[in-house]
């Protein structure tokens, strides 16, 4: 061997370029199998260490070598010819040769998925930008990345996304293992997710949510007194109110963690940390390889990684107490842990990703769409008016069959969803075949977007129009194929907090149309809304200031 080592001419090797282009094209071959994704770390290291490598043997073995930066000179030859050829390689499989080769889109989607950034930045509306790619590319299936598609055929839905379905979570999920590993959410193992969901689906079942109505009922009262208070302004932010109510909520019935920010009035330093952290979610989502190395030097997540210790410090204080109702925490916690899991530290940041923003934007775009259809919100007045018209105040048990108003939430979620853009998932290395034949090879990426599919035609004729009766036995045919409807997306790993979503929408939608006529603020026309809501996987909403009147005391839709 030693002998080997030493009559091989190392320097002749290295300055091979044949033999780096070679190893260029090896390399192209082993990276087209398996998922680096989330490897990138481990390459950059392996690439610097053979970089380094590569100088030293040239400074010490290569007699025509007689500095350091000629050492480095040739070293980068090599380097500069391995990645060209890597490159090259790379772009003109992808180009020509990919197994998606057949699927409509960009041609620069086909090369990279820096193309998507183009889309993202700086709107971040992706689902805009997808929604016209179908529609220009007159198709139900867009390729929008190297190994990437959008989907929008409800056939297929069952198929992606069905309890039984054999496609897996995509590698997104797994951009920010490196902190605190897996949360329910992120977890690509069908086994674990199924253990740890189990918890979930006791903390979200029939009898918990009833211990948690009383809770609602206190948010929502407190909800409507500040909106009372503020009545009288020509002018409330009511999608700030919205969010204090949804963090609120979610702080006392996820961790017994009162937030306070409806007394206060003000937003805690939270939801600006949850938005800013979400923020870089939008773009590098499509560059997962990037999170996961910009995770581990951690360097310009500052705002992410304080987020992540505000949910750590709020864990432990919950795990110090017995709530004197139960919380959602009381679910997922062990008592018979001494420490906090690490999963469940990533499950505490799950819960107030997953159930604020969410319902919140849901209940800003419901009131946009209600302002912006006053024919509407008179309809839903009327409905909620014939509920308990003794009581001051509805609980949530009250509006809990209002059909109009399941209605009116039902169609703000389907213009409106809060996960826009849908969930990623891989097909099988077998491939898939679509109910019409459309064989999607296998290990490809799938995108769904619930915003296309909710505006489909074909599923929801009519589609733009805000039409709550489509909901309800009124005009049922406007809902043609309801599976299409993905606002909570579907199967196992569908949203487990949906009926408590639903039970604070129904809550704050119905005590509030029922005191307040509630119109656009002068000079607001919703723009804002539209123009300023990003779509960072959930949705980070645009401002709406309102005008609320209270009923019977002059206005539209009096009592
Ligand atoms: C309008 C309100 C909401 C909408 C539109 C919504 C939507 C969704 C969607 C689309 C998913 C699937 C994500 C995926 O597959 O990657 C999801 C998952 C989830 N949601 Fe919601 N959500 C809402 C409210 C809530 C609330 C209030 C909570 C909790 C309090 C919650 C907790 C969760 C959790 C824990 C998951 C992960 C479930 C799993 O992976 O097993 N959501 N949600």
Redesign the pocket.
Known sequence: MANILSTTAWDELIRSKPLAAGLGLFSHFVFGRGEWDHSTHLLLLAWMATFATLTVVEYTVDARVQSVFQALQVAGTAAATYLATLATSILIYRAFFHRLRKFPGPFAARLSKWWSLGMVVPKCQLYNNVEQLHKEYKSDIVRTGPRELSIISADAIPLVHSATTKCT?GPW?AGAYSIEGAS??TTRDKQD?KER?KN?DRA?NAKSLRDYEPRVNRHSLTLMERLSEHAHESSVRISDWLNYY?FDV?GD??FSHNFGMLEKGKEDRLITLLHKSMAPVAVLGHLSWMLSVLTRVKIGLDDMFEFIAWTQTTLRERKKITPKEND?FSWLLDPNDEDIPLHLNADSR??IV???D??S??LTWLFYELCKHPEAQKKLQKAVDAIAPGKSFLDADDVANCPQLDGVIHEA?RLH???PSG??RETPPSGLTLPDQTFIPGNTLIWMP?HTLQRDARYFPSPLSFMPERWTSESPDYVADKRAF????TG???????K??LM??RSVVANVVRRFWVEFAAGEDGGACERETKDCFTLNVGKLDVRLTVRGEGGNGKA
């Open positions: 979570k999920y329910t959410h997710h969901r979930w979200f949804s979610i019935i996820g959602i799950l819960l997953a159930g604020s969410t319902t934007a849901t979620l969803p809060a996960v969930t990623q619930a993905m606002a909570f997306s196992a790993y569908n949203c487990v907090g949906q408590l979503s604070e929408m």
